[in-house]
């Protein structure tokens, strides 16, 4: 049930809509399967509308639940929306360094669509860096 109220929220968020993704955590308090990932579309889905610091707590919650677990696909997720995150509030050097201490943990996968996304913001966020010292 969690999984299937995540999947409709995403599907609000993505019509413009205020997601219910409150219901999709507390709808089965026992199911921790699914935790990293509600949370993590939480702190994607509140985008302008939360403060920056508390969308960092969300994501950070949602690494936590990740490590937990074991859930290395899960906490890359996260800490990419986290890395964004910090770019997007001119935390350039931190969202580098934070993204790519998960990403460097992979040795295989790199044709998954979230490591590319992850390498992609990498690189994007290293030639912050370059233009930074020009």
């Given at each position: 049930m969690t999984l299937h109220l995540t999947w409709f929220a995403a599907a609000q968020a993505l019509e413009g809509k205020v997601p219910g993704l409150e219901k999709a955590l507390e709808v089965n308090l026992g199911e921790r399967f699914w935790r990293?990932?509600?949370?993590?579309?939480?702190?994607?889905?509140?985008?302008?509308?939360?403060a920056p610091t508390r969308r960092k707590r969300i994501f950070a919650?949602?690494?936590?639940?990740?490590?937990?677990?074991?859930?290395?696909?899960?906490?890359?997720?996260?800490?990419?929306?986290?890395?964004?995150?910090?770019?997007?509030?001119?935390?350039?050097?931190?969202?580098?360094?934070?993204?790519?201490?998960?990403?460097?943990?992979?040795?295989?996968?790199?044709?998954t669509a979230d490591l590319k996304d992850a390498k992609a913001l990498l690189g994007e966020l290293s030639s912050y860096g370059q233009s930074e010292m020009g």
């Open positions: 990293p990932e509600t949370v993590r579309i939480r702190g994607n889905c509140c985008s302008k509308r939360v919650r949602s690494i936590v639940l990740a490590r937990r677990m074991g859930a290395k696909a899960w906490e890359m997720r996260a800490t990419t929306g986290l890395a964004r995150l910090l770019r997007d509030t001119d935390r350039h050097t931190e969202a580098q360094a934070t993204l790519a201490d998960i990403y460097n943990w992979f040795t295989e996968g790199f044709d």
